[in-house]
């Protein structure tokens, strides 16, 4: 079994980091050493504080904190490949609850050299309640059920392949290789003010892995709990969530329609400008004969992400520049960023 990385971005979530942290510990096997790599993204309350604490508490982890305020997940995610050790990037949410199985479950999967790639259910560990509209975002699939709005995902008792879209950012482990091969992360979780910056997450990295045909493994036993707070569970909050998703998405489409021509001229972009205005069929407009207010003010935040950025990009070229990237390994805001703020 290759050595493991496991890295954990975070951000102003001292108290949750700290449990996260503590559940990392309780799945580690006490004679194993692991690898944890927290990267703080310009916290301001006690989270430094946090991890010098688990760290004296737990001595025998290689514990190793960096901080770095460019704003965005993409900073931890890619400031924790760079500074890991390990063949296997372990990606984990700060606001997460480890399972017993989870390493030894983990280690078996990565067993066969011919997996890139490595998750398992996420099931919720509700604060509150949920209220009963909740159970209009949950979708059926095969052996369970996910709920992409809240990061939950459960696919049965079984060992089995995947599509590697169906393995999300909270509980994500890659091959260091093919992280680097597929040219990592997109930019993702950008500030409210800094949107037009959004990218698509780790949508881009899995769309890489399953062209490149490789090989992805949903493995039961590599669980975890996601936290979910009261203040998620409201519209408000699936409202601002749908909004990010349709940015999302036109950030996904551009790349989409863009690459296959490597040779990017001042042409091509037009063309590439010419094609983005075209009709939006948003996916969350499920057609039933009811269609609730909760879904219909998501429809609506969705739609207006997505013209929010397809807008943003036909009238700025340095954006759709930043959109049309190779890669984001040297992930920096794009210059005069600030302004938006």
Request: glycine fraction near 6%.
């Amino acid at each position: 079994m290759a050595d493991i990385s496991i890295i954990i971005p975070t951000l102003n979530r001292a108290p949750t980091l700290a449990n996260a942290l503590n559940s990392i510990t309780r799945a580690i096997g006490p004679s194993e050493a692991v690898e944890i790599i927290i990267v703080d993204n310009g916290s301001t309350d006690h989270t430094k504080q946090i991890c010098k604490h688990i760290a004296e508490q737990f001595p025998r982890h290689q514990w190793r904190y960096f901080y770095d305020d460019m704003p965005g997940l993409l900073t931890g995610r890619h400031r924790g490949a760079k500074e890991a050790r390990g063949d296997v990037l372990v990606y984990l949410d700060d606001d997460i609850l480890l399972a017993p199985t989870w390493l030894e479950s983990l280690k078996e999967a990565f067993r066969d050299p011919n997996i890139v790639l490595v998750g398992g259910p996420s099931t919720p560990a509700f604060e509150i309640e949920p209220p009963s509209w909740l159970q209009e975002f949950w979708t059926a699939i095969e052996g369970g059920r996910e709920c992409s709005w809240l990061s939950l995902i459960e696919r049965g008792d079984s060992v089995k392949p995947v599509d590697p879209g169906y393995i999300w950012g909270l509980n994500f482990s890659i091959r260091k290789k093919t992280f680097e091969d597929c040219e990592g992360f997109h930019p993702d979780c950008i500030p409210k003010a800094l949107q037009r910056y959004q990218g698509d997450g780790e949508t881009g990295l899995a769309i890489k892995i399953k062209d490149a045909g490789l090989q992805c493994l949903y493995h039961p036993g590599v669980a975890l709990k996601h936290v979910i707070p009261a203040s998620r569970l409201t519209p408000t909050s699936f409202e601002q969530r749908a909004f990010y998703q349709g940015v999302s998405d036109s950030f996904t489409r551009i790349r989409s329609q863009s690459f296959g021509n490597e040779r990017r001229n001042k042409k091509n972009l037009k063309a590439i400008l010419r094609s983005l205005k075209c009709r939006l069929s948003p996916s969350y407009l499920i057609r039933r004969e009811t269609v609730t207010p909760v879904r219909q003010l998501v429809a609506r935040a969705y739609t207006a992400g997505y013209s929010f950025h397809q807008n943003e990009v036909q009238n700025d070229p340095e954006l759709l520049a930043w959109v049309l990237r190779p890669n984001y390994f040297d992930y920096a805001l794009p210059k005069g960023w600030q302004q938006y703020l």
